[in-house]
């Protein structure tokens, strides 16, 4: 885990506002927060399921427990020895344990792994600011003709119900920036991640998306826009060679979700897009401005230049998802794919955009490869959409019902959520050539 810098006490403060105000909303108690415990509860956890029989696993292990079990500070054997050691001392770096630093309604799996997060995202800025002075060649190529790397100040950064899987940023009243991602970001990112993967994967072998890659697609929509959140979903077991990539596109995914934020802030255009209200003037040249420096970061931050396709896929395939989304929604509600007029930039125009800055800059000789299976990635997304589109349709009065039914005294988030998938799944099952 990288250090990380005080965040403002009054972004932090307006963070714990707003998150205080759901938890009481939903009537939720007050949370007790033992980071190290937890930590070493979700190791306990991943070890136990390794041990499992392959019959045993009907479901991958929960999100924080992958993430864990894949941070070779903790998980590696060596790390074993002195364990409570490097626990204690990546608590200490990340500052979960100072007052004040973090909101301290922030669940240890939502903390811990923003924690990683921004850790990396701010280093890779650093990195990139200091790019001369420091000859760092990666950099230099990574930041290219690139300006404005000089954070005024880090954020404070948590999650709350936005059902929105971009990130959004506000100011406390004294202007200190907030970033706030959906409770269900790191769950959306890892279906999403698998989805791609898994298309990309279908396509290599028999030239189109197949059942896999449909039945992704069907448990996002259900899960997204049908539950509004993809928190409270358990992953899909894929194979363990695609699974082990779609733990690195997941986070790249993540990574850039909030390095987009963060690029708003180092272009001085917080508020390009507010949580109300319209959207400021020049709209579409910052949404593609903070893309370019939010894939730079996503570059840096994975520190592996272009030894795989993650840090491009991830990016693009948030844009695939995001486009994917709207088209569900679309089709959920019964209305047209876009209303004309729409101020924000289509996703494919952002991916176009996004991955012209790595084909016309010195990016492209390391990256050329991965923008061609990004761009594939998110045709194949789109591509199975075609197929889950009618299912959805056809299904949308029936799953209309059981959200309703999903917000009754016994509402438990998994159980509603595999009531919505299977139903969208049954729909959508007899339409597989
Ligand atoms: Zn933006």
Redesign the pocket.
């Known amino acids: 885990m990288l250090p990380l810098a005080p965040r403002p006490g009054a972004a932090v403060k307006t963070l714990e506002t707003l998150q205080e105000q759901e938890r009481s909303g939903a009537g939720l108690s007050p949370v007790e927060t033992d980071h190290a415990g937890a930590l070493k509860a979700a190791l306990a956890r991943a070890r136990t399921y390794d041990r499992m029989p392959a019959s045993g696993k009907d479901k991958g292990p929960d999100d924080f427990t992958a993430w864990a079990a894949s941070m070779p500070d903790f998980a590696s054997p060596e790390a074993g020895h002195d364990l409570d050691a490097r626990v204690a001392e990546a608590v200490r770096a990340a500052r979960l344990d100072r007052p004040g630093q973090w909101s301290k309604y922030e669940l240890p799996p939502e903390a811990w792994r923003l924690a990683d997060t921004c850790g990396r995202i701010e280093a890779a800025i650093a990195r990139l600011a200091r790019r001369r002075a420091s000859r760092d060649f990666t950099a230099l190529v990574l930041a290219g003709d690139e300006e404005g790397w000089t954070l005024p100040e880090p954020p404070a950064v948590g999650t709350l119900g936005t059902g929105r899987v971009s990130a959004t940023t506000r100011r406390a009243p004294s202007g200190e920036p907030v970033v706030l991602l959906d409770n269900g970001i790191f769950a959306f990112a890892r279906m999403l991640a698998q989805l791609g993967v898994t298309a990309v994967h279908e396509h290599r072998e028999t030239g189109r998306p197949g059942r896999a890659t449909m039945e992704l697609v069907s448990d996002l929509v259900a899960a997204q826009v049908v539950m509004g959140t993809c928190d409270g979903t358990y992953a899909r077991l894929i194979p363990p060679p695609l699974a082990a990539a779609a733990r690195v596109v997941q986070d790249s995914v993540v990574t850039f979700v909030v390095a ?1 934020e963060y690029a ?1 802030l180092l272009n001085g255009d917080l508020d ?2 507010p949580p109300a209200g319209p959207p400021g003037d020049g709209l579409r040249e ?2 593609f401005a ?1 893309d370019g420096k939010a894939l730079r970061i996503t570059l840096s931050a994975a520190e592996t230049p272009g030894a795989d396709d993650a840090p491009v896929l991830g990016p693009v395939l948030f844009l695939a998802g995001l486009d994917l989304l709207d088209r569900a929604r679309a089709a959920y509600e019964d209305h047209a794919d876009r209303s004309a007029g729409d101020p924000c930039p289509d996703p494919r125009e952002r991916m176009t955009e996004m991955l012209a800055t790595v084909r016309g800059s010195q990016l492209g000789a390391a990256y050329a490869d991965s923008a061609a299976t990004a761009s594939r990635a998110y045709d194949l997304v789109l591509l199975a959409w075609d197929t889950v589109r009618p299912a959805v349709r056809e299904a949308a009065g029936e799953l209309a019902r059981h959200t309703r039914a999903g917000t009754g005294p016994s509402y438990l988030p998994e159980g509603a959520h595999r009531v919505a998938t299977a139903t969208l799944w049954r729909h959508v099952e007899p339409r597989l050539g």
């Open positions: 987009h708003h390009a897009h910052r949404e903070a």
